[in-house]
């Protein structure tokens, strides 16, 4: 191809030629063509939140028909291709009252090699409580290659600082998954195809003295990351290898802000 745009996973829309209630799903792979036999699930999610699937194979065609579907408010649908280690997957969709739906998935091929994979912008904010300072970290991954990028068994691991506690993880719309991994840290695990994918997970630390030293983990090459800190009269911020922090005001609030970007070319973080 002549670079740009990588096309879309997914192409979905209702199709009125479709019998009522049914699915039409077409599995492609990277060059447009159809995959037999491929595995393709779909999921159901009830209005009350209930669960369930369905799986079959494609056809020689690439193809493979779901029917029988209840249609309307009531639930949602959505495709889902597994391969590899990775997951393809259409948006959540809801069914039309009469016609069905089509959906077409890209199954690209898999690498497990982490080259490709760059944390392109990362941040840190961390805000003062009581007793208590609270950490929210978000980074951009991008995967610069062609193929998907599966993570390894079990995840990578990010460390948090010792004696951390209160994890929260926020669920993404992609095959990312983010679990506290009790007394280590978080790790993440699933799978990303070409472009980004932004994640996020926050942590507290009891607040003990007047001063604190946390290491924070950056298990991917790291572009560009900036640590944003709440600042009330007399609290100071220093971070190894980045700038002196700038003062920031908003709405009446202080932040103490840094950061630091990288070329390519340039030491590592």
Do not use: C
Request: aromatic share 6%; charged share 25%.
């Amino acid at each position: 191809g002549g670079g740009g745009e990588p096309p879309p996973i997914s192409r979905q829309s209702e199709d009125p030629t479709l019998a009522t209630g049914s699915i039409r799903a077409r599995v492609v792979d990277h060059a447009g063509n159809p995959v037999a036999s491929a595995q393709v699930d779909l999921g159901v999610m009830d209005a009350d939140s209930k669960r369930s699937s369905r799986t079959t194979r494609t056809a020689a065609d690439g193809t493979a028909i779901f029917d029988k579907l209840k249609v309307g408010e009531g639930q949602a649908y959505r495709v889902n291709v597994p391969y590899q280690g990775a997951k393809y997957s259409s948006s959540p969709f809801r069914l039309p009252v009469s016609g069905g739906y089509q959906v077409q998935i890209r199954r690209l091929p898999v690498t497990r090699s982490e080259k490709m994979i760059v944390l392109y912008v990362g941040a840190t904010s961390i805000e003062l409580k009581d007793d208590r300072v609270k950490f929210v970290q978000q980074v951009r991954l991008l995967n610069l290659g062609g193929d998907t990028y599966v993570f390894p068994e079990g995840g990578t691991l990010v460390r948090l600082p010792k004696g951390f506690l209160a994890v929260q993880t926020e669920d993404v719309m992609g095959d990312q998954h983010v679990v506290e991994q009790k007394g280590e840290g978080v790790r993440v695990s699933g799978s990303l195809p070409p472009g980004e994918a932004t994640l996020l997970w926050g942590f507290d630390l009891p607040l003990a003295a007047t001063e604190m030293k946390v290491a924070l983990d950056l298990p991917w090459t790291t572009f560009a990351y900036r640590v944003i800190v709440d600042a009330p009269q007399g609290l100071t911020l220093s971070v190894d290898g980045m700038p002196e922090p700038m003062l920031h005001a908003d709405e009446g609030r202080r932040f103490l802000v840094t950061e630091l970007q990288r070329k390519v070319g340039d030491d590592p973080f």
